[in-house]
């Protein structure tokens, strides 16, 4: 199985300020038949379902800010959060996916410092 | 506008087994890829196994294997998960999520509450 290994756990940014957030890919989920990566990024906040923030590595998501975006491709990816906004505090996971399997990061934290 | 919605909570008891419903509308069902994922309590998101409702054969996350079967009925476009032999660690929200042209739409989750 793909292993997606997320870092930091977890993070504390003044509002304003940049948020970084890694995944790393044990396996290179760049599709050659279509040239995309299928990994996606989500935002999830207490009591709530994740919500989907970026898909294909770096294609935001309908209605979502343009303050969050993606990139990397194969094994190395990164979702930014260029100016952090209070309501953005929450749990960012990434997930790789496929018609076969699909596997998540074990999550990152972001606060406020 | 794919949309997936789950059936209600759930409480069972420790050995027995539940089947939670996902019913798809808004898309084509059959041609993508449906999967299961769970999130025990303050825990993250896992992965369990996955169904193509066109083509039928699943794929099962290693630590669910023997215990998860990925049904679907195609004429009402619901995709079931059972499993069974549960346990306290068992309880947690359980998502359908189905990929659909590179996009993963989910459920809204379903509680199951495995307690004596």
């Known amino acids: 199985d793909t292993v997606m290994t997320q870092s930091p756990d977890s993070l504390a940014v003044s509002l304003g300020e940049r948020a970084t957030i890694n995944c790393k890919s044990s396996q290179n989920i760049l599709y050659s038949s279509n040239d995309e990566n299928y990994l996606a990024w989500y935002q999830q906040k207490p009591g709530q379902p994740p919500k989907l923030l970026i898909y294909w590595a770096s294609t935001r998501a309908s209605g979502v800010p343009d303050r969050f975006s993606g990139s990397g491709s194969g094994t190395d990816f990164t979702l930014t959060i260029s100016s952090l906004q209070a309501e953005d505090v929450a749990v960012y996971y990434c997930h790789q996916y496929s018609d076969t399997s699909g596997t998540f990061g074990g999550g990152t934290k972001v606060e406020i410092k | 506008q794919v949309q997936l919605v789950q059936s209600g909570a759930e409480v069972k008891k420790p050995g027995s087994s539940v089947k939670v419903s996902c019913k798809a509308s808004?898309?084509?069902?059959?041609?993508?890829?449906v999967s299961w994922v769970r999130q025990a309590p303050g825990q993250g998101l896992e992965w369990m196994g996955v169904i193509i409702p066109i083509f039928g054969p699943t794929n099962y996350a290693q630590r669910f294997r023997g215990r998860v079967t990925i049904t679907t009925e195609e004429p009402t476009s619901t995709v079931y998960m059972e499993l069974s032999s549960l346990r306290s660690e068992d309880s947690g929200v359980y998502y359908c999520?189905?990929?659909?042209?590179?996009?993963?739409?989910w459920g809204q989750g379903t509680v199951v509450t495995v307690s004596s």
């Open positions: 808004g898309g084509t069902f059959s041609s993508y890829a």
């Open positions: 999520a189905q990929i659909v042209g590179g996009i993963p739409y």
